[in-house]
């Protein structure tokens, strides 16, 4: 009876090339949003490479339109390799599960299902009934971390919530002088830098702006073309029209009437406590397409974040440096909690040393009991 399971060898040649997907589809570096970042690679029916591609952003051809146009006849009797399920809704051109049949593929494998409303399994299905031969799963946890902005998004509406800070060994953010510049290194800086362009919106408090009056504005390798959204929360309006932020790409999310400049004024419901709703700047931030949001503080801003449970990860730069001082801020204001069993837990931590800094790295779990 022959083997129903594939050999050992065409496991491995199919967690390379599926690892060829997800390594193509990071090219993109975040710049498809809102769409997922997907890389695609076609074998012809001998097994070799005959084409491969990746969605590079919004607008462009998806990732197994590139692959196939690539490997054009070679891709009849070949196989597919794509780190999210193929597209089953017309775009500008026929779907990416219906040009998969019209090739004539043999086989595809699939890392992950869709999350998208208009795909959920309808693309593997229309491969399916085709008589196609479908594999989904391989590499999945690679494949979601990949798209984590574009799942947390579709799944429910909101951008994926990122807080970031840096802070002394002891816990300090800044001296009670509030001097802040730097605590950490370059290497973290940078780091911290390379965040703010991976994501689609950038947050920080009022009170952030009048003490620091940053501008937020993102340069890689000299490159400023994609610049993410500025968003203040300012419930009570009190930024200046000459802070530096204020300009064509910041939007002041706030409860009062008003203009600041070039700057969008956001009108949101007020919370219990007066402040801005964050769940509805949220909401309207991910009506907006935006699918992540980095919030850099201040330190009442992330209280509220987390204490609403509104966080998805963290990013903390610790430098071996001690401050000291009972006024001297720490990353997270607020009330606190009162016992350690309603303190916010990490998980699937990552320890990372960026020149003589340690990066902390873990994810929320916001459905633990609150
Ligand atoms: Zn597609």
């Known amino acids: 009876m022959p083997a129903l399971n594939p050999t050992d060898r065409d496991r491995d040649l199919d967690l390379?090339?599926?690892?060829?997907?997800?390594?193509?589809?990071?090219?993109?570096?975040?710049?498809?949003?809102?769409?997922?970042?997907v890389g695609a690679v076609v074998l012809d029916a001998d097994g070799l490479r005959a084409g491969?591609?990746?969605?590079?952003?919004?607008?462009?051809?998806?990732?197994?339109?590139?692959?196939?146009?690539?490997?054009?006849?070679?891709?009849?009797?070949g196989t597919l390799y794509v780190?999210?399920?193929?597209?089953?809704?017309?775009?500008?051109?026929?779907?990416?599960?219906?040009?998969?049949?019209d090739a004539g593929l043999r086989r595809v494998v699939v890392s992950m299902s869709d999350p998208d409303e208009r795909v959920r399994g309808a693309g593997l299905a229309m491969l399916e009934s085709a008589g196609i031969e479908i594999s989904v799963g391989l590499l999945e946890d690679r494949a979601r971390k990949l798209n984590e902005f574009y799942i947390k998004h579709r799944l429910t509406g909101r951008p994926f919530v990122t807080a970031k800070f840096a802070m002394s060994l002891d816990g300090k953010i800044a001296t009670r002088t509030g001097e802040s510049?730097?605590?950490t290194g370059e290497e973290s800086r940078a780091h911290a830098h390379s965040l703010r362009h991976a994501h689609d919106a950038i947050l920080v408090g009022v009170n952030t702006v009048i003490a620091d009056d940053p501008e937020l504005t993102v340069r890689v390798n000299g490159d400023r073309s994609r610049q993410p959204l500025r968003v203040v929360v300012d419930s009570?309006?009190?930024?200046r029209q000459s802070a530096k932020i204020v300009g064509a790409n910041t939007l002041i999310a706030t409860t009062k009437p008003?203009?600041?400049?070039?700057?969008?004024?956001?009108r949101l419901p007020a919370a219990a406590d007066g402040r801005v709703s964050l769940p509805a700047l949220l909401d309207e931030l991910g009506n907006r397409g935006m699918l992540s949001l980095l919030v850099e503080g201040g330190a009442e801003v992330h209280a509220s974040f987390f204490a609403e449970g509104l966080v998805d990860k963290v990013f903390a730069y610790v430098a071996p440096r001690l401050i000291g001082g009972k006024e001297a801020p720490g990353p997270l204001a607020g009330n606190g909690v009162d016992h350690l069993?309603?303190?916010?837990?990490?998980?699937?931590?990552?320890?990372?040393?960026?020149?003589?800094?340690?990066?902390?790295?873990?994810?929320?779990?916001?459905?633990?009991d609150r």
Request: charged share 25%; net charge negative.
């Open 16 to 37: 390379h090339w599926a690892a060829r997907a997800i390594d193509l589809a990071r090219q993109a570096d975040y710049a498809t949003s809102p769409n997922p970042m």
């Open 236 to 239: 009570q309006l009190r930024i």
């Open 52 to 77: 491969e591609g990746f969605h590079r952003q919004a607008g462009s051809p998806h990732a197994e339109e590139e692959a196939l146009a690539a490997a054009g006849e070679r891709s009849r009797g």
């Open 83 to 101: 780190n999210l399920e193929p597209c089953a809704h017309e775009h500008r051109s026929p779907s990416c599960a219906q040009a998969a049949i």
């Open 258 to 266: 008003g203009r600041v400049g070039a700057a969008e004024i956001l």
């Open 181 to 183: 510049r730097w605590i």
């Open 341 to 368: 069993v309603a303190s916010t837990q990490l998980r699937e931590l990552d320890f990372a040393r960026l020149g003589d800094d340690l990066m902390i790295t873990g994810y929320i779990d916001v459905h633990r």
